[in-house]
């Protein structure tokens, strides 16, 4: 018997992949230790194609004082349907699905690229102000009374996410959650705590806060107010990830900015910035 072929960079179609991840054979090869809840690195195999993913397993999320439990999974999946219905395709093909430790969030592996090979997205500088190509985040401590400080890059394609993440209210956007990819993109991962009913949006991101929006974002978020209503499909799969409430402030998110046309400035009753940002 032949060793199944492994999947090329670029060789399935989004749509292929959920396909391989859902109805793929599931094996552990190991665990991401990093994590705070449960993220085990598997291989998945469908139809005589080998690739990897991550497995996030409901049974091992931790608790969270302010998330129903066991809902992490769901809203990972949620933030993907978002994600899709862009365009912008931001976040890896993540599914819902039973595997070896019960349902949970199955997602696409992706391996940055070598540093060598991309940008810097962050960095915390020891000036005033940022430099040209640069946006500013705030100041932060950084030992024995020394402050620098935060800046991410100017670029759109963080800049797309920063309205994806105000739009499902992503509540711990951090730089460890950025992957530069060979072929020039940036995805993003870890969106368990997002669809809030309350406004918890926190941040890296917060560089073009208050500016208008471009033109590009206007558009995908009338896109957006439309394929969200009520009897379409995207909705229809959303209420399988989210409460009706949830889904009723997601809509009002998508509202406020096309009624505003700026991106989200911090509303002050919650802490705007993840720390450490890694």
């Avoid at 670029?10 to 599931?26: D, N, V």
């Avoid at 500088?125 to 402050?147: D, H, L, N, S």
């Avoid at 073009?208 to 896109?223: D, H, I, S």
Wanted: hydrophobic letters at 40%; a negative charge; proline letters at 8%.
């Amino acid at each position: 018997m032949s060793a199944p072929e492994r999947i090329p960079s670029g060789r399935l179609t989004p749509a292929e992949l959920e396909k391989h991840l859902e109805h793929g054979e599931l094996t552990v090869l190991g665990r991401v230790r990093e994590a705070s809840n449960a993220v085990l690195y598997c291989s998945v195999t469908y139809r005589d194609r080998t690739g990897h993913c991550v497995y996030k397993p409901v049974a091992g999320e931790r608790p969270l004082w302010d998330f129903p439990d066991g809902t992490l999974a769901q809203r990972e999946v949620a933030a993907y349907e978002i994600s899709r219905a862009t365009g912008w395709e931001l976040i890896p093909p993540t599914v819902l699905r039973d595997g070896p430790y019960g349902q949970g969030m199955v997602q696409e592996w992706v391996d940055p690229s070598d540093e060598g090979d991309s940008p810097e997205l962050l960095a915390l500088v020891e000036t005033e102000e940022p430099e040209p190509g640069w946006k500013a985040v705030g100041f932060a401590q950084v030992g024995e009374g020394r402050t620098a400080l935060l800046v991410h890059a100017d670029d759109p394609r963080l800049r797309r996410l920063a309205v994806l993440d105000a739009v499902i209210n992503n509540g711990d956007r951090k730089g460890g959650h950025l992957l530069p990819t060979a072929d020039g993109r940036v995805l993003a991962i870890d969106h368990g705590v997002t669809f809030h009913v309350e406004d918890r949006l926190r941040t890296l991101l917060w560089g073009w806060a208050g500016e208008p929006l471009t033109e590009e974002a206007v558009a995908v978020l009338e896109r957006l107010a439309a394929e969200t209503a009520d009897g379409e499909p995207l909705a229809a799969r959303l209420a399988e990830c989210l409460t009706a409430d949830e889904i009723a402030a997601l809509r009002e998110r998508i509202a406020g900015m096309l009624n505003s046309k700026v991106h989200p400035q911090p509303g002050g009753e919650w802490p705007a910035i993840p720390w450490p940002p890694v």
